[in-house]
């Protein structure tokens, strides 16, 4: 095991010890978490929210559910890392749904509205039905990289894993992606 590879496993466990911890009622566990997630936190909120009030709100919803919802942390079913993520999506979730209810400015509408093109939705269904055909593992890494447009890095953080398995999850996804679709006639072949 690689210095890097060592020095990610001894992070993972501090982090499911302090969860543990803030499980227990520890108030400097929750703080020491809360530090080392709040960069993360803030910077995934502004991906996913596009505003920074509402990015500095999930940071703190987030720390607010840790604290509330610890005992969930089943250290068994993954990283405490990406148990902090699952919470951090809810949250994002629930702010954007919350966001939608209030008005926002509306812009002028467009002089002619695009017409309905049939073969575009059929193409997208068709790439959407590819991507269940995929593993579970390679599925969350092409969304986060391509959907969410979070960096490699990013992506490996919320994920709790090694960034080189980002990168071999990410490969072999979209070189069978490409596959499945060239043998549908969705692309050609040899072009990207």
Known sequence: MGAGAKAT???????SKLLQAVARGDMDALRRLYRSFERPLFSLGMRWLCDPQLAEELVQEVTFRIWRRAKSFDEARGAAGSWIFGVARNVASDLARARGRDPTPVADPPAREEPWDEDAAWRGWQLAQTLRRLSIQQQKVIELVYMVQ???????????????TVKTRLYHGLRRLRRELEGMGLMEEGRG
Not at 150 to 164: C, D, F, H, N, Y
């Open 9 to 15: 496993q001894a992070q993972r466990l501090e982090e």
């Open 150 to 164: 979070m960096t490699q890095a990013e992506a490996a953080e919320v994920l709790g894993i090694p960034l080189g």
